[in-house]
């Protein structure tokens, strides 16, 4: 099969449209529409079928586009197993990362990197745990950092660094003025809380499932800094990463809440695709996530 095809094939699949598919990879509609018939002859199956006026994957269309995207993804990593021997000073970093880390632990990092290597092609992605494991695979990331335990075979998983998980809530809010919070009682209350996919989310419920607790109403949001608006204004309270708390906690903008038996670390995560060649990039840039960690390290120790 040739790679171009292929490509194309996933380009008509995401848009569901020959013309948009097109505009897409910069060539004309029919040269899109010969590749497609092109490659259902190689095959000698339908890849899509017209309904009304809607394009729609046969169940052929969609067990090719789960491989085609494993195919390209490998050539992807030949391709830049190949041209890794470069210096550090050049090339590509992609670079993804769950909430808390992505938005409390590396843009600093980040920052220094780039400082010290402008030329480097520098993409960031802040996504859920979920979303960072399936851009590694497809090897659209070339390293991730997350708070959950990935499962994927493909997948490396160095740990880094521990979180803890806490409860809060505004100053004015019911639970704010309690000395003891049995888990159970959290159920009266409005809960403002992350998406589904979220490591945080599936770590708090797994916990308060084991304790005989239960969500109560719940409003969810995606951004982190939205949840933590909304808690302050005293429309519910919610649990994060104790990192992302730091300054609202110590100006006494929000309040942590004492839940009773709340324990809850969790480590933070390098995640690697396992066929993955570490560049000279990816190993300059984890050095100096390495060291700002382990100076970390040295601090509370010391503190």
């Known amino acids: 099969m040739n790679p171009h095809h292929l490509r194309t094939f996933l380009a008509v699949r995401k848009r569901l449209n020959y013309t948009h598919a097109a505009q897409d990879l910069f060539l004309s509609q029919p040269a899109v529409s010969r590749q497609i018939r092109q490659l259902e002859r190689e095959l000698g199956v339908r890849l899509f079928e017209q309904i009304g006026k809607s394009l729609h994957p046969t169940d052929a269309g969609e067990t090719l586009a789960r491989e085609a995207e494993k195919i390209l993804g490998a050539l992807e990593r030949t391709a830049e197993a190949v041209s890794a021997h470069r210096s550090a000073e050049h090339g590509r970093l992609r670079v993804g990362a769950s909430t808390t880390p992505g938005f409390y632990l590396l843009p600093g990092l980040l920052g220094r990197f780039h400082a010290r290597h402008p030329r480097?092609?520098?993409?960031?992605?802040?996504?859920?745990?979920?979303?960072?494991?399936?851009?590694?695979v497809r090897n659209e990331l070339d390293l991730g950092f997350v708070g959950a335990h990935l499962a994927h075979d493909d997948l490396d998983l160095e740990r880094l660094v521990d979180d803890e998980i806490v409860c809060f809530a505004g100053p004015s809010h019911p639970l704010a003025g309690r000395r003891r919070i049995a888990p159970r009682s959290l159920k009266k209350h409005t809960w403002i809380i992350r998406e589904k996919g979220s490591a945080t989310r599936q770590l708090f419920e797994s916990w308060l499932a084991r304790n005989d607790g239960e969500t109560g109403q719940t409003i969810e949001l995606h951004s982190p800094?939205?949840?933590?608006?909304?808690?302050g204004a005293g429309v519910g309270f919610s649990f994060m990463s104790a990192h992302a708390l730091k300054d609202e906690l110590r100006r006494k903008r929000l309040k942590r809440l004492p839940v009773t038996g709340l324990r809850l670390r969790r480590?933070?995560?390098?995640?690697?695709?396992?066929?993955?060649h570490t560049s000279p990039v990816m190993e300059t840039f984890?050095?100096?996530?390495?060291?700002?960690?382990?100076?970390d390290r040295k601090r509370a120790r010391s503190g």
């Open 225 to 231: 800094e939205a949840i933590k608006a909304l808690v």
């Open 267 to 276: 480590p933070i995560y390098l995640v690697r695709h396992t066929d993955k």
């Open 120 to 136: 480097v092609d520098l993409h960031y992605a802040v996504e859920n745990s979920l979303r960072i494991e399936q851009m590694i």
């Open 286 to 295: 984890l050095a100096i996530v390495r060291a700002a960690l382990a100076d």
